[in-house]
């Protein structure tokens, strides 16, 4: 007999669908339309390619698609070589055991406060020049343009440092699997050394089994805004950041060229896709010729020494910006050239901090909202998949990862100018909404491994003692699962905390955290408030993760059977 | 329909592929050993019999207890209780709560209840162990709680899924003798799945041999 609501739960999967490519098919359609001339704002339909013409005519046009194919493809290639070489140089090792506990925090650092933490590094008045100024004998910053480059160096840069930790991670789920030690062994028995093995026999496994992940971040890098903004080139800046300037001019008429450009940039991103495809079949042939050649390779040395130099710069760089973000925002006077201010004072958080309550109360209330109703959808799909026994394709991955995938840039105006036809633009739920698109793939990917894991004949168990499945669940599965589930909530809080586009498109500007208080001061510069609103946002998106750490640290303090679980 | 556990003519296919077939009377106090290698699906015939096959495999035929058809019923209606290779105890509750949580809901009242827990632990030599983190008990013991648990939710059967192989042999003979003892004395039939021969003939009963 199917107990009560059994049939909502059958449905779960398909609701979850529904909820997280819906937005984003709306969203496209709400784009292409006025972009080939129809408004369903003011019902004129002149179907042609009229805003395509306008948009060739703009004259930064093929440099700002350019930059954003190139700083998309650098970023994404600097980040996975950085990974692979960490991995292949010291996957096993005590440094690597190190790294990979400083992964989950570094990867909870929201895209907008890494980034001003390394212009903070980097800038000509930064850490940095500070510590070369007695060297070089400067007195005053030096005259060079590093941050907001024209080539978009330092915008690959701010991808980089945050993407590394999060392929990292990917690879780390995704290698116990392939059991790296027994293939290493039996290449380093056959004489290769310990890079050269690892490349020969566990990357051609692992590859396939982080390519979603690597999709996502080339997609996020050759589309992102936020760290454009902060870090990327201005006159003109990369095609993303463009489409945004275009959607919030007060010219309306603006907007279908937006719509335009938008879909110019989800064809960059599929271009720049299949590019890469290209890019792995290439990379593929040539590594199958190495293999048959038998080579064992030269430089280990050098390539491990790269890889732990790269992977060490890369989190330090954020650990360091947040370190700068947290001095600016209590400096008093800090001239140039010295490495700390000369009086430290509370003026900036006093002044500051009331204004940051009200963006505060609804970062958290989005977060908490967007993440329970992930959350619920998620258990409910695992639970689902459970009880009956499905099992989930290939495909419904690629749909897990396909709001990852498509650019933000490129659906995201079409939901805004949706969201106004149904005056729900500036409406908290709209924007919850829309945080649940991309918060939901996260929670998932986050708690679908652990929740699988779970033996099942727990559960088996506790029916033959008189549970009904929802006992089960209730009573048994997710109290042994608790930490995995925190951990799940709080990457999703930390996803949503993180959000800017869709706050400030579906929220109309009307909606405002602390994300998007903090990349509106970009164009500013008052470091003080940037470095208390960026640590602001950074330590929203980090308590969670204390919360998922001390709960049942607390909870299960006597339960020894749980501590590792 | 008589007394005890019978597997009417059963039948468990994965697609078109047979898997095991078996028709069996267990009388009360009664102990069936199933013998066979790994893949024989023994433990797939034990999750036919406790209700949680998985949805990848048919049944045909019925199972029958005490004169009730339990064969389509779910896993909690049909009384009949089971203990794994591994004690399963639940990590997030206390000895005392993975009892309570076997105990039968028709003891009612929280002091009867306490009453009832305390009693079991006595009776296998855990008197005052309520409160103990069950990850800190030995294997024996573990093993001792996971029997009474089982006990409390008070089954009209009980399967065994290689129960004691993951005991050294001398805890293994204790254990042995006392969950058949137990079964002995409340009239339950018994069908265990072993690979170990020694189980089979400290059991004492009919053995049948799966391929």
Redesign the interface.
Same mark, same amino acid.
């Given at each position: 007999?199917p107990a009560p609501g059994a049939g909502l739960l059958r449905r779960a999967p398909l609701l979850t669908l529904l909820v997280m490519l819906g937005p984003v098919a709306a969203g496209l359609a709400g784009t292409l339309l006025p972009a080939f001339g129809i408004m369903p704002a003011t019902g004129e339909a002149m179907p042609g390619l009229d805003q395509f013409r306008a948009l060739a005519e703009w004259p930064g046009l093929a440099r700002s698609a350019a930059l954003s194919l190139g700083t998309g493809l650098g970023a994404t290639a600097l980040a996975l070589a950085i990974t692979v070489l960490i991995c292949a140089g010291w996957h096993g090792t005590r440094a690597f055991r190190v790294l990979e506990r400083g992964l989950s925090p570094l990867l909870s650092v929201p895209h907008a406060a890494a980034a001003f933490g390394l212009a903070f590094l980097i800038a000509p008045s930064g850490w940095i020049a500070r510590a070369l100024a007695p060297l070089a004998g400067w007195e005053r910053p030096p005259d060079v343009l590093i941050l907001q480059d024209p080539l978009g160096l330092s915008l690959i840069a701010g991808l980089v440092v945050k993407e590394v930790p999060f392929l990292l991670l990917m690879t780390l789920a995704a290698l116990p699997l392939l059991r790296p030690g027994q293939s290493l062994a039996t290449a380093q028995a056959l004489g290769y050394g310990r890079v050269s093995g690892w490349l020969t026999v566990v990357l051609p496994r692992l590859y396939p089994q982080i390519r979603l992940p690597v999709y996502a971040v080339l997609a996020f890098s050759l589309s992102v805004v936020d760290v454009a903004m902060i870090l990327g080139p201005n006159t003109p800046p990369p095609l993303a950041v463009q489409v945004l300037r275009w959607m919030s001019d007060p010219d309306i008429a603006l907007r279908s060229r937006a719509a335009a450009a938008a879909v110019l940039q989800l064809g960059l991103a599929l271009a720049a896709l299949g590019l890469w495809r290209l890019g792995e079949i290439g990379v593929a042939w040539l590594g199958r010729r190495w293999i048959e050649a038998g080579s064992r390779g030269h430089g280990e040395g050098v390539l491990r020494a790269a890889g732990l130099t790269l992977g060490a710069l890369s989190g330090a760089a954020v650990v360091l910006g947040l370190c700068a973000l947290a001095v600016w925002s209590v400096a008093g006077f800090w001239g140039f050239p010295d490495m700390l201010p000369q009086a430290l004072s509370g003026r900036t958080w006093m002044r500051h901090g009331m204004a940051l309550s009200d963006p505060l109360a609804d970062t958290a209330v989005i977060a908490l909202a967007a993440t329970a109703v992930a959350l619920a959808l998620t258990l409910a799909c695992l639970e689902a998949e459970h009880r009956?026994?499905l099992h989930p394709s290939a495909r419904a991955l690629w749909l897990l990862y396909l709001p990852l995938i498509v650019p933000q840039i490129a659906f995201l105006p079409g939901l805004q100018t949706l969201a106004i036809l149904g005056g729900l633009d500036g409406n908290r739920p709209a924007v919850i909404a829309a945080h649940v698109v991309f918060v939901l793939p996260y929670v998932f990917l986050s708690l679908a491994d652990p929740w699988r894991a779970w033996?099942?004949?727990?559960?088996?168990?506790?029916?033959?003692?008189?549970?009904?499945?929802s006992?089960v669940f209730w009573?048994?599965r997710l109290?042994?699962l608790?930490r995995p589930v925190l951990t799940a909530a709080a990457v999703g809080c930390a996803v949503s905390v993180g959000q800017f586009l869709p706050t400030l498109l579906v929220g109309g500007g009307r909606v405002q955290t602390l994300t998007t208080e903090a990349v509106a001061l970009a164009s500013g510069g008052d470091r003080r408030v940037i470095g208390a609103t960026a640590l602001a946002q950074t330590a929203a998106a980090f308590l969670p993760f204390a919360v998922a750490l001390a709960v049942p640290a607390l909870a299960?303090r006597?339960?020894?059977?749980?501590r590792h679980? | 329909m008589a007394e005890g556990l019978t597997l009417d003519d059963l039948r468990i296919a994965r697609g078109e592929d047979e898997l095991l077939r078996l028709d069996a009377h267990v009388a009360p106090g009664e102990v069936l050993t199933v013998m066979g290698p790994s893949g024989s699906g023994k433990s797939t015939l034990l999750?036919a019999v406790?209700?949680?096959l @998985?949805?990848?495999f048919s049944l045909e035929g019925r199972v029958w207890l005490d004169g009730r058809d339990i064969t389509a019923l %779910?896993?909690?209606a049909?009384r009949?209780?089971?203990l794994?290779q591994?004690e399963?105890l639940?990590?997030?509750l206390?000895v005392g709560g993975n009892l309570a949580?076997?105990l039968?809901?028709s003891v009612r009242g929280r002091a009867a209840r306490r009453a009832r827990v305390a009693e079991a632990l006595q009776e296998v030599g855990l008197a005052g162990f309520e409160a103990r983190?069950? @990850?800190?008990l030995s294997g024996g013991q573990k093993a001792r709680v996971a029997l009474m648990?089982?006990l409390l939710?008070e %089954?009209q059967a009980l399967l065994l899924d290689e129960p004691f192989s993951r005991l050294d042999a001398d805890r293994r003979d204790r254990v042995r003798e006392m969950v058949f003892a137990r079964a002995r004395e409340r009239a339950l039939p018994v069908l265990m799945v072993t690979h170990d021969a020694e189980d089979a003939r400290a059991a004492g009963g009919r053995v049948v041999t799966l391929d």
């Open positions: 007999m009956f026994g033996d099942t004949r727990h559960g088996a168990v506790a029916r033959a003692l008189g549970a009904g499945p006992g009573r048994v109290p042994m608790l299960w006597n339960r020894r059977g749980l679980g | 999750a406790i209700g949680t @998985a949805p990848a %779910p896993p909690e049909r009949v209780g089971i794994f591994d399963l639940f990590p997030h206390s949580f076997g039968a809901r983190d069950p @990850a800190t648990r089982m939710s %089954p």
